[in-house]
């Protein structure tokens, strides 16, 4: 019923493979759901994964496909003519699904494709869909949907689902629509069954209809499914005509996509990379960042170097330089991440960013007067040098105020101009605050050091 | 249609409250979801939010109090006697709402809120609930559901799902079970709409049904719900009978809570807090993992302590301090949070352990190579000292290798352990990667300046 993927089965299915032994090896996947044929996919090479998929019936095969992690599909579809790829997938597909599969394809490649679909409807939708943008409702959409007429009764809207209902995979609403195409409501399959079949659909449906419009970004549908603990979600076009519907599934994939992108940031890595990618694509994700941070690193030694002769007098300074390094780090990170989450969640609260800013201030004096506290009597009771004593309490205080205000502002700034305020996470918040800080500590060193 | 939280909105809403205007006050909130209103009740204090929500119809008040914030909830049912309570929220919610909101409740009060609950049926449900693990299946499911035995046809099941259908707010599937309550299979509604109401279910159910049981683990629920593109999940008892079904909504709000908290981990932040909660809430958060940083870096001190004398003659090598502690903390966090997410999506793929962490040594070397010609070139031409120059770049290399493997290593221990994966990210993977740089790149140091 439910199927783990193991070394053994995996080992078992190659073996088969690699024997030719293709009624042993399609045994092994007939009975199993599509995502978990793609899982399998995934561990295979592109020749041992083709050697199955040939087996397969059109439908699953093409459900397979969507399944795909989208790099395999890509390699998967590359060496297929044009009129393969129209006739066992796209035209087996729902039209969001081919919308996105077509969407992948480069420009020719997708012409030749489309001339191919033999269903007219469904290459007009696939055509349709591929105008929007990716990220915005009308890039998640399908154009698979039940409309019945507000002014029909019952018998006639069962009827006329009837004859709609054969394109669909799923039903969850229908939606009511009056003769200019205008979304009016919605039905629920309950009140169809629970009601008797005169009434008239405009008198039992739903009129408090929540819907998005096609140009409504992909985050704010997945906020409002959430937000209204919504399964499928009506699309309209500027005239308030609906054109399709949004499920829940596709939001799943979005949320976990935002929220992967967001973790991604935060720890430095520049591409959606899984532990079981290749060495190549794990390195390729990971330098930016670190070169980044080595550019950062360069700067902090010209910011000490600068600082040389007071080193070299109190070497006992260069202790504590990995402290304030780190902690304007943490609290960086800290401050960032909770404005970003704050925002990807639309939890930001109704305060203006001085207030914002203000509360921040608060938390980073209270933070910052423990931490330094602490140093303080460590080093007072530990460290000969009173300077010193006064100058890392006095610096870790700074640090973590200044560290906190620049971790809130900045994201909310870059919120403001339309970037993602992710970026400001991670890396680049540590290394700034790594700069910053030092700075700081040699600076307030120097000024203590010739006072005490 | 779609409501949007604003300041004037709320300052107006406020202004009415304090001037008693009930009737006012209610006009703004009269059409919003109770999604919307709970928003509204986050922004106000807890007297200006009885003083609406005195004014809702029951159902509305009870749909309101599950979209609350959970601290919210327990504060705003502090007060309340238990027969209000149950009278009021408990007979009216979902079962598995219901069980949410006692499970809230102290243990006295909880007794004393079920003495009143008049469904017994659904003071029976809540029970059973009650003692499921709230994050297993059991604790997300709802027993509210439509099942039909195999052996009717269509007639008598649409008959028996009128008679049900009354106490469930949305159907999305019909479940089919045999005499002795075990279940057999699923009825689209499109199955229902198509077929001649002579046939059997039995004849027309899908057979092929994913379902959990009570124990699966939430995440695990989730994962599979996701994969399979599953808007319902029927959970079975160890007998293999139908107990309870549990929907995507509950499983969208599992999937942002684990993403959630495995972002709090990375940034360093040990509670779940928003923008806007308060300054206390938001210290007490970030205190815990800023306190360990501090550790870590008094630590740090210690270490470079034992080799003062070192830096006292070469001062120059404080210089490349920050940038070998922040590195390590960079490739350390970029490591444990690849395989943190890899767990999480159960994308780790079959390779073993000792695969990994060679593959792992592969990304490392080649980050390393890269970034220890850059920084060797960097202090050729810019540092006159070759001892210096020599050690920088072999301590990087170093550092990038221990925290690569160190960050890769650690997290899988963890999960081996079921301790949760994500707490060696962040502070703690930075903290000790800091030391143990700090370590590789003074004793490095030590030898090449003695060679030199």
Not at 1 to 16: A, G, Q
Not at 283 to 300: D, E, K, N, S, V
Not at 421 to 432: E, N
Request: proline share 3%.
């Amino acid at each position: 019923m439910k199927f783990e993927l193991t070394k053994e089965y995996l080992d078992e299915l190659r073996e088969r493979i690699a024997h030719d032994d293709d009624r042993g090896a399609y045994k092994m996947i007939e009975d199993l759901h599509p995502a978990d044929i793609a899982e399998i996919y995934d561990e295979l090479n592109i020749e041992e994964a083709r050697f199955l998929h040939i087996m397969l019936s059109g439908e699953k095969a093409a459900d397979v496909l969507i399944e795909l992690e989208q790099d395999d599909r890509e390699r998967f579809l590359e060496v297929l003519p044009g009129d393969v790829i129209a006739k066992q997938f796209i035209d087996k597909l729902d039209s969001d699904d081919a919308a996105d599969v077509l969407g992948e394809l480069s420009d020719e490649k997708r012409e030749e494709v489309l001339t191919y679909v033999e269903n007219l409807e469904q290459a007009g939708d696939i055509v349709d869909l591929l105008n929007y943008d990716e990220n915005s409702a009308g890039g998640l959409m399908a154009k698979e949907l039940i409309a019945v007429n507000e002014n029909w009764n019952i018998t006639t809207c069962l009827k006329e689902m009837r004859r709609q209902a054969a394109d669909i995979n799923e039903i969850y609403y229908v939606y009511v629509i009056d003769d200019a195409q205008k979304l009016k409501g919605t039905l629920s399959l309950k009140k169809l069954l629970l009601t008797p079949s005169t009434a008239k659909i405009k008198d039992i449906m739903n009129q408090d209809v929540i819907s998005v419009k096609t140009e409504t970004p992909s985050e704010e549908v997945a906020n409002i499914m959430d937000k209204y603990d919504l399964v499928a979600l009506p699309v309209i076009d500027p005239l308030g005509r609906l054109v399709g519907r949004i499920t829940i599934d596709d939001v799943v994939d979005v949320i976990r996509e935002e929220a992967g992108k967001d973790y991604q940031l935060v720890s430095g890595i520049t591409e959606n990379v899984e532990a079981s990618d290749n060495a190549f694509q794990l390195t390729r994700a990971r330098i930016p960042w670190l070169f980044i941070g080595l550019l950062g690193g360069i700067l902090g030694a010209v910011v000490i170097g600068v600082y040389e002769e007071d080193l070299g007098i109190y070497p006992e300074m260069a202790f504590f330089i990995p402290l304030i390094a780190a902690m304007g780090g943490n609290v960086g990170v800290q401050s960032s991440s909770i404005i970003v989450q704050s925002l990807a969640y639309r939890s930001l609260g109704v305060e203006g960013i001085g207030k914002k800013l203000l509360k921040e201030l608060a938390v980073a004096s209270i933070n910052g007067l423990i931490l330094s506290a602490i140093i303080f009597t460590y080093n007072f009771f530990f460290t000969e040098s009173f300077a010193l004593t006064l100058t890392v309490s006095t610096a870790l205080f700074g640090v973590i105020i200044f560290a906190s205000i620049f971790g809130t502002f900045v994201p909310l700034l870059l919120e403001k101009f339309k970037i993602d305020p992710a970026l400001a996470t991670g890396p680049f918040i540590t290394t700034v605050n790594d700069i910053m800080g030092l700075f700081i500590y040699l600076m307030i060193g120097r000024t203590f050091y010739a006072m005490f």
